[in-house]
Nanobody, 124 residues
Framework: QVELVEFGGGVAQPGDSLSLSCVIS????????MAWFRRAPGKERVIVAG????????YYSDSVKGRFTVSRDNARNTIDLQMNNLRPDDTAIYYC?????????????????WGQGTQVTVSS
C-alpha cells in the first residue's frame, strides 16, 4: 500500500521561508513523477511544482517560479519543496502526489497517490 506523508508547513509572515517534505512508502516501482499541489481556500487544487525521477527536469507554476524549489531524493523516497519569499496568496493546503509515469501532468486527475495535505498560512 502506497502512503505519502507530508511534513513541514505552518504559519509564516510575508517574505519568510518554509520547507515541506513528503515521504513515500510502499511504492514498488521506481519510475514515477512527483509533484506538489495546493488548494487555496475556495479554490481548486492546482499544481505548484513537479520533478522527474532523475531530478533533471522540474516544473513550476508561474505563481511560484523563482521563489519555490522542488527536489527529490530517490534513495530516501522523498520530495521536498523549499518556499522562499512567501506571500499571503501562498496560503493553502499543500499536497504531495505521485504519478505512475515519467511525464509531467498538471492535472490532478493524472496522479495516482496523494498525501493527506499540510497547511501553510502566510499572514502578517
Amino acid at each position: 500500500q502506497v502512503e505519502l506523508v507530508e511534513f513541514g508547513g505552518g504559519v509564516a509572515q510575508p517574505g519568510d521561508s518554509l520547507s515541506l517534505s513528503c515521504v513515500i512508502s510502499g511504492i514498488t516501482y521506481d519510475i514515477y513523477y512527483m509533484a506538489w499541489f495546493r488548494r487555496a481556500p475556495g479554490k481548486e487544487r492546482v499544481i505548484v511544482a513537479g520533478i522527474t525521477r532523475d531530478g533533471a527536469r522540474s516544473y513550476y507554476s508561474d505563481s511560484v517560479k523563482g521563489r519555490f524549489t522542488v527536489s527529490r531524493d530517490n534513495a530516501r523516497n522523498t520530495i521536498d519543496l523549499q518556499m522562499n519569499n512567501l506571500r499571503p496568496d501562498d496560503t493553502a493546503i499543500y499536497y504531495c502526489a505521485v504519478r505512475r509515469s515519467t511525464m509531467l501532468s498538471t492535472s490532478e486527475n493524472d496522479y495516482n497517490f496523494w498525501g493527506q495535505g499540510t497547511q501553510v498560512t502566510v499572514s502578517s
